[in-house]
């Protein structure tokens, strides 16, 4: 089943054309890893999806609601999580707390006092923290977390809202590779078992093509090539224009 469609989606910046008519459909379980070199138009699409721009021409479906231009926000509401490159936290809170923050939003908890509200929804911050390795932190302030567990406690904030789409902008930047491997097997898990589409820019190759079930490739703006692990390897253009180029980065 399709939860997300993006059609026909543009943007340009002064006249310079950013995204020229991108289309795809990440489906309820999958994972669809967006990649391309520096300023090929992943972070526009992004931050299309979510509502932080509007785009100037297309469409972006989620389970066939038009939510095209919404605002974070409300898209938020309507089931899409997101994960940045710089992690996006409150530091002060501690590692429960913060999960304790997302599900309040959530369930439209959050206009109550902190000194009740923290005492609401433990034993659910508890159930998201512990199949991430986060159980014996959870009364760590943020702000003292080496980064890996950073990464981890994001993605249990934006398992809170309980998406049915989860976009992931180079979720293992700054991770070690033991690190990273195991965010992701954790992320394909849940994406599993609750039917979850994940939409994910990355910057480590092993990472893409060690977890993605299809990869999109973007090359000035536009789709170049499509599919599998095994597809994208063989495609002579994106040899040329990426993978071929010694390219390690996964800019925008």
């Not at 199949?131 to 932190?137: K, M, T, V």
């Not at 898990?189 to 993605?212: C, N, P, S, Y």
């Amino acid at each position: 089943m399709t939860v997300l469609a993006a059609e026909g989606l543009r943007r340009s910046f002064a006249g310079v054309a950013a995204v020229r008519g991108v289309s795809f459909a990440v489906a309820a379980g999958e994972m669809l890893a967006l990649i391309g070199p520096n300023g090929a138009g992943k972070s526009t699409c992004f931050n299309m999806l979510s509502g932080q721009l509007r785009p100037d021409g297309g469409r972006v479906r989620l389970d066939g609601r038009d939510i095209t231009g919404l605002a974070p926000r409300r898209i938020w509401r309507l089931g899409v999580g997101r994960t940045f490159q710089i992690t996006a936290t409150f530091a002060s809170m501690t590692v429960r707390e913060n999960v304790q923050m997302a599900l309040l939003s959530h369930r439209h908890d959050i206009w109550r006092m902190w000194c009740a509200a923290r005492t609401r929804h433990v034993a659910a911050a508890m159930a998201l923290l512990d199949p991430l390795g986060l159980a014996a932190q959870a009364d760590v302030a943020a702000g003292v977390l080496a980064y890996g567990d950073l990464k981890r406690l994001e993605l249990a904030m934006a398992l809170a809202n309980e998406p049915r789409l989860l976009l992931m902008d180079e979720p293992t930047a700054g991770m070690a590779p033991a690190e990273r491997s195991a965010l992701m097997r954790l992320v394909r898990a849940h994406a599993a078992v609750r039917g979850i589409a994940v939409l994910f820019t990355e910057h480590d190759m092993d990472i893409v093509f060690g977890t993605a079930d299809r990869i999109l490739v973007l090359h000035q703006g536009s789709v170049i090539a499509t599919g599998d692990g095994a597809a994208i390897r063989a495609d002579a253009r994106v040899r040329e224009v990426y993978l071929g180029s010694g390219e390690t980065s996964g800019g925008h």
